[in-house]
């Protein structure tokens, strides 16, 4: 009854300011996961970057301190369920194609926001989220376009200032992090595919002019 819960609250007086609904996902062994994130900032994602947000998660936009057992009006919640009105749809132009994966959802819940809207993330209605899945046997891609949607996400939202801020750090300390937790797997393949990944990233970096004529 997931569909059906979360149409009769968008439908009801507490659901008539929200845009966008999610609910509580749970992975295989039922484990609840990350539900939502705040609007990021240049410095949250640079935190991201340098990896700083992963020892102190308030440092970055993803809400890992929250409480998932809660229901909470939040600024974004996961695309892997996302619930939103045709009408704020329409009115944002849909997604914004030049993500081709990941933050796209991110960049639509954002822009929703600066309209008035909420998100809602619903604690009392749940999925089952098989992480990673679309991308699981082409982890170079994943690497890439999970780079490339950040950058394309800074350069859309704080400028060319803010992009060459975060690809500095993604091309030094980011690098040298992902190089060092792959040395650790005791495995060639997570090298391999972090450099795949990566040599992806620099031909989409060097092709800067075309980039800019297609997007």
Known sequence: NTLEKVYFFMESEAGSDVAICGVQQRDRDGNILRHSS???SLLSFFMMTIGLSKIFPKLGHIMQECMHNKSRKVDHVIGAFYFIRRNVFDELNGFDERFFMYLEDLDLS???KQ???????LSDVQIKHFCGQSSSQVKSHRIFYSLRSRLLYVEKHFGMKGFFTILTGVFTIEL????IKALFSFSLIPFRDTIMGYGRLTKWVLNYKTRLSLY
Do not use: E
């Open 38 to 40: 705040r609007c990021p």
């Open 110 to 112: 954002c822009r929703a």
């Open 115 to 121: 309209l008035g809207w909420s998100s809602m993330y």
């Open 176 to 179: 040298l992090l992902r190089l």
